[in-house]
């Protein structure tokens, strides 16, 4: 019987049906001479088999956890689903994420598949994840991951590991933690999508500028005005919607951005990352 060649699509395809790792799954594939039940069966982890059978499941509880570097100068964000709130709230699983984070933070790497493959407990980030899908008996997955340096970063996790936030400030006066702490309890409470109108994409852009024209066709307005109407409501959106142009939750007299230059007028936030449950 010829050997019966295994190609990169179909270890990526049993990768994805049950979350063991790639070897793994060519290695099992290759047993189970391309049979992908067979190959299901081979993999021996309780847990990459149960990984499986919930694939098709919510995982939209879980925990949140925010880490910064002695030196403050990187921090990540990881969240870690599974589908009840009983097993986020068990001190094991939250325990397990802090652990992860540490990981991320240590070895600070480029995105999620990377932190995923990093060694971990004498596996790796991957397969202790779905060991763990065996141990608890639900879904689990880790649902992101996100990481950012700068001279300054705070973080700040919010309603008990349910949303995290880690921001960037231009400066390292330590003075300029507690701003950096209402910074981002502002990303919190009011999502922005950007720091500034600079860093939202063109094409988020360009939609804001046909929907105010079609409102304004809508709403009856002459041909002549109705460019100025949209750039209008461009704005109005710029200002809901970057942080910097936010109304300060703390004091809605003043802007996020004049907040910062109110404590130095160089002050200003280099870049954020917010990740939320659900």
Same mark, same amino acid.
């Given at each position: 019987?010829?050997?019966?060649? /295994?190609?990169?699509?179909?270890?990526?395809?049993?990768?994805?049906?049950?979350?063991?790792?790639?070897?793994? &799954?060519?290695?099992? +594939? @290759?047993?189970?001479?391309?049979?992908?039940?067979?190959?299901?069966?081979?993999?021996?982890?309780?847990?990459?088999?149960?990984?499986?059978?919930?694939?098709?499941?919510?995982?939209?509880?879980?925990?949140?956890?925010?880490?910064?570097?002695?030196?403050?100068?990187?921090?990540?964000?990881?969240? +870690?689903? &599974?589908?009840?709130?009983? !097993?986020?709230? %068990?001190?094991?699983?939250?325990?397990?994420?802090?652990?992860?984070?540490?990981?991320? +933070? *240590?070895?600070?790497?480029?995105?999620? *598949? @990377?932190?995923? *493959?990093?060694?971990?407990? =004498?596996?790796?980030?991957?397969?202790?994840?779905?060991?763990?899908?065996?141990?608890?008996?639900?879904?689990?997955?880790?649902?992101?991951?996100?990481?950012?340096?700068?001279?300054?970063?705070?973080?700040? /996790?919010?309603?008990?590991?349910?949303?995290?936030?880690?921001? #960037?400030?231009?400066?390292?006066?330590?003075?300029?933690?507690? @701003?950096?702490?209402?910074?981002?309890?502002?990303?919190?409470?009011?999502?922005?999508?950007? !720091?500034?109108? *600079? =860093?939202?994409?063109?094409?988020?852009?360009?939609?804001?500028?046909?929907?105010?024209?079609?409102?304004?066709?809508?709403? #009856?307005?002459?041909?002549?005005?109705?460019?100025?109407? @949209?750039? #209008?409501? +461009? %704005?109005?959106?710029?200002?809901? %919607?970057?942080?910097? %142009?936010?109304?300060?939750?703390?004091?809605?007299?003043?802007?996020? #951005?004049?907040?910062?230059?109110?404590?130095?007028?160089?002050?200003?936030?280099?870049?954020?990352?917010?990740?939320?449950? =659900?």
């Amino acid at each position: 019987m010829s050997e019966v060649k /295994i190609s990169a699509a179909d270890v990526k395809q049993l990768r994805d049906q049950t979350g063991a790792g790639m070897l793994d &799954c060519k290695k099992a +594939l @290759a047993e189970a001479e391309g049979d992908f039940e067979k190959a299901i069966e081979i993999l021996r982890k309780k847990g990459q088999k149960l990984s499986l059978k919930r694939a098709e499941r919510e995982a939209k509880e879980g925990v949140v956890y925010a880490l910064v570097s002695d030196d403050a100068k990187k921090g990540v964000l990881v969240k +870690l689903s &599974c589908e009840t709130d009983f !097993v986020a709230k %068990n001190s094991d699983f939250v325990e397990l994420v802090k652990r992860i984070a540490h990981t991320a +933070l *240590d070895a600070f790497p480029a995105d999620k *598949d @990377a932190l995923q *493959d990093l060694s971990f407990d =004498g596996t790796t980030v991957r397969d202790k994840v779905i060991e763990q899908v065996g141990v608890i008996g639900e879904k689990i997955e880790l649902a992101a991951y996100e990481h950012l340096e700068a001279p300054q970063v705070v973080s700040y /996790i919010h309603m008990g590991y349910k949303a995290g936030v880690i921001v #960037g400030l231009n400066k390292d006066n330590g003075q300029f933690t507690d @701003a950096g702490k209402d910074v981002a309890m502002q990303i919190a409470a009011m999502k922005p999508i950007a !720091v500034d109108k *600079d =860093g939202v994409d063109q094409t988020v852009v360009d939609k804001e500028i046909e929907i105010g024209r079609e409102q304004a066709r809508m709403e #009856g307005k002459p041909d002549a005005i109705i460019e100025k109407i @949209a750039l #209008g409501k +461009l %704005n109005k959106f710029f200002k809901e %919607n970057t942080l910097l %142009n936010q109304d300060f939750v703390k004091d809605s007299k003043q802007t996020v #951005g004049h907040y910062l230059k109110s404590l130095d007028g160089e002050l200003t936030v280099q870049d954020f990352r917010h990740v939320m449950l =659900g």
